[in-house]
């Protein structure tokens, strides 16, 4: 199952905060950030496994709630450099093997 | 570059041709995967291979559709008889390790057109 990320879109201002969000119906094994620009490669922000770890680099951090099978990042801060479209990858229990299931994307964009 | 290299950036097909879409891993990686992107949309899972082996292939349509990833050279996915519903954005990604528990780095992708 496809997981589902909201919002689908968000416009923030520089120096503002914005959460995304990213929920399955199944249980989840790991939850993998990845954030692309238009015409580029998606880049690996972070990978958060069950347990409800949560992780940060810099002003951008994620959480992972194991129970209500759904993960958060948390931009703080924003820099113009943030803008582009965050993707959330999932994996469930039931032996993966690596291959993710991806949401449809956030459209984050940040304005000076 | 020690990155996932993909070619062609840009690949243009005529119906009923065949199309080749070439990755090679980053440096001490030996998983690859093959994801495709449609426009405004998420990417989807098509294959997962290992040197010489095809690990899970659920995501990949039964017919016209194949891939490898020989023991020398890049890994290849091939798209035989294409047809305008191919048309997307191949992105290959690539891990140092099996599972899901691993990062997987992406290539710039192949933008395959078809006429």
Not at chain 1, 74 to 102: E, H, M, P, R
Not at chain 2, 22 to 40: A, D, T
Not at chain 2, 58 to 83: H, N, T, Y
Request: charge should be positive; hydrophobic fraction near 30%.
């Amino acid at each position: 199952q496809q997981p589902v990320q909201s919002p689908q879109a968000v416009i923030l201002r520089e120096g503002e905060d914005a959460v995304i969000n990213c929920s399955s119906s199944k249980a989840l094994y790991s939850v993998h950030w990845y954030r692309q620009k238009h015409g580029e490669a998606p880049v690996f922000l972070m990978i958060l496994l069950k347990g409800g770890e949560q992780k940060g680099h810099d002003k951008i951090s994620a959480s992972f709630n194991e129970k209500k099978q759904q993960s958060s990042l948390y931009l703080t801060a924003s820099q113009l450099s943030y803008s582009g479209t965050y993707f959330c990858g999932t994996s469930d229990y039931g032996g993966s093997q690596g291959n993710l299931i991806f949401g449809k994307g956030t459209k984050l964009s940040v304005k000076p | 570059n020690a990155g996932v290299m993909q070619n062609p950036r840009h690949l243009v097909r005529r119906r009923g041709q065949e199309a080749r879409l070439r990755c090679s891993p980053m440096k001490g990686h030996s998983h690859v995967y093959w994801y495709r992107q449609l426009p405004e949309e998420g990417l989807k899972f098509m294959v997962y291979l290992q040197k010489e082996n095809i690990i899970d292939e659920s995501g990949m349509p039964k017919e016209r559709f194949s891939a490898e990833f020989p023991k020398e050279g890049p890994s290849i996915l091939r798209i035989q008889q294409v047809v305008r519903g191919d048309s997307a954005a191949y992105f290959c990604a690539s891990s140092q390790q099996r599972g899901s528990n691993q990062p997987q780095h992406f290539g710039d992708g192949t933008r395959l057109s078809i006429l």
